[in-house]
């Protein structure tokens, strides 16, 4: 796996996180700790941290309940959480853990690019086009 870079934006303010395993014990505080730095190490401000859940094809009780905490800790921060290309079978996966509610149905898609156009038309502070 390629590092974690903070600073790469797929647009002004917008952090894309592409995770390649699916997300369980043995390595949820990994996938928190590279998130968090994306956010916190940024030379820009961040306002949304997308995942891209691509890869993630499953989600067990310990990841369910970090994903809740680090999107509590960005909304502290003002960074929205959103998940993308999030598959039928993550998005049930999901329900039952409760992520969903937690981060918000409207902020997970099934594509990037519905994701991105999403925060764009939603921000207070518009997310440019490229």
């Not at 700790?33 to 859940?53: I, T």
């Not at 998940?83 to 149905?105: E, F, K, M, P, W």
């Not at 594509?111 to 997310?127: F, G, M, V």
Request: glycine letters at 6%.
């Amino acid at each position: 796996m390629e590092p974690v870079v903070p600073g790469k934006f797929i647009a002004p303010g917008f952090v894309m996180y592409w995770f390649g395993a699916d997300l369980y014990y043995a390595n949820a505080n990994r996938f928190i700790e590279e998130a968090r730095r994306l956010v916190n190490d940024s030379p820009a401000p961040v306002r949304w941290l997308g995942v891209d859940a691509s890869a993630i094809t499953a989600v067990d009780f310990s990841a369910a309940r970090a994903l809740i905490e680090l999107q509590q800790d960005l909304a502290k921060q003002g960074v929205v959480l959103v998940l993308a290309r999030v598959n039928a079978s993550l998005q049930a996966a999901l329900d039952r853990q409760g992520v969903t509610a937690a981060i918000g149905a409207d902020r997970i898609f099934s594509s990037r690019k519905h994701c991105l156009a999403t925060c764009r038309a939603s921000s207070t502070d518009p997310i440019p086009k490229d």
